[in-house]
């Protein structure tokens, strides 16, 4: 069974710094798509970044980006410069190819503290 | 465009009674599908469509009907109501091919007395 687990229910991390959130998955696919949500208090889910398995080029979205290591199977996402608005919760989520199901982590829940 | 229109966004059920959750999408996807959020395990899927009259069930389908009678309409029904059903439920849709982004509504917070 696909699976994808984050295995930090609650991060922290200092306005202007750098964290690290991490994900793991679990499949014998070799084609899918790997996505991170954001979940802010308001329960809109919006997408953060996403990532092509077939492609080896790490995405980056501004001050967001991510480590994809396929061989691990991980897909960590990387927060620079930190801000207030990015405390949330975070999915990240799993697609095979040529369907619409997502399969998504427990969350982690970040803080940013001023 | 309004993307994904989810209704209602707060509703209290009584055991045993029934309701549907409605939604609509204006962007012509042909993928959608229903989920469920429970505190510390994510989303889950419910069901799914890949398009006007399939359907198919996830991960955890029991006490849910859906059907797809439109490209924009995936209505999720609650057969009679159980309190294991109290969850916030999300609807999302996507284009094929699959490369796209999920586009989810506002989600429903449902609780079950």
């Known amino acids: 069974a696909q699976t994808v687990t984050q295995s930090q229910p609650e991060m922290s991390v200092q306005e202007a710094e750098t964290v690290t959130l991490s994900c793991t998955y679990d499949?014998?696919?070799?084609?899918?798509?790997l996505f991170w949500y954001k979940q802010p208090p308001s329960r809109q889910m919006i997408l953060v970044i996403r990532?092509?398995?077939?492609?080896?080029q790490n995405a980056t979205e501004n001050r967001f980006s991510v480590n994809f290591q396929k061989a691990a199977k991980s897909f960590s996402l990387k927060i620079s410069d930190s801000q207030l608005g990015d405390a949330a919760m975070y999915f990240c989520?799993?697609?095979?190819?040529?369907?619409?199901?997502?399969?998504f982590g427990q969350g982690t829940t970040l803080q940013v503290k001023p | 465009n309004a993307g994904v229109t989810q209704t209602p966004k707060f509703q209290v059920l009584k055991t045993g009674q029934s309701m549907t959750l409605q939604c609509a999408q204006d962007?012509?996807?042909?993928?959608m599908s229903w989920y469920r959020q429970d505190p510390g395990m994510g989303l889950r899927l419910i069901h799914y469509?890949?398009?006007?009259?399939?359907?198919d069930q996830g991960e955890v389908p029991n006490g849910y009907n859906v059907s797809r009678s439109t490209t924009e309409d995936f209505p999720l029904r609650l057969l009679s109501a159980a309190p294991s059903q109290t969850s916030v439920y999300f609807c999302?849709?996507?284009?094929?091919?699959?490369?796209?982004?999920?586009?989810f509504g506002q989600g429903t917070r449902l609780t079950v007395v």
């Open positions: 469509s890949v398009g006007a009259g399939i359907t």
């Open positions: 990532q092509e398995a077939y492609k080896q």
């Open positions: 989520a799993y697609r095979p190819s040529n369907t619409g199901k997502l399969i």
């Open positions: 499949t014998s696919e070799s084609d899918y798509y």
């Open positions: 962007m012509n996807h042909e993928y």
């Open positions: 999302a849709s996507s284009y094929r091919p699959t490369s796209g982004e999920a586009f």
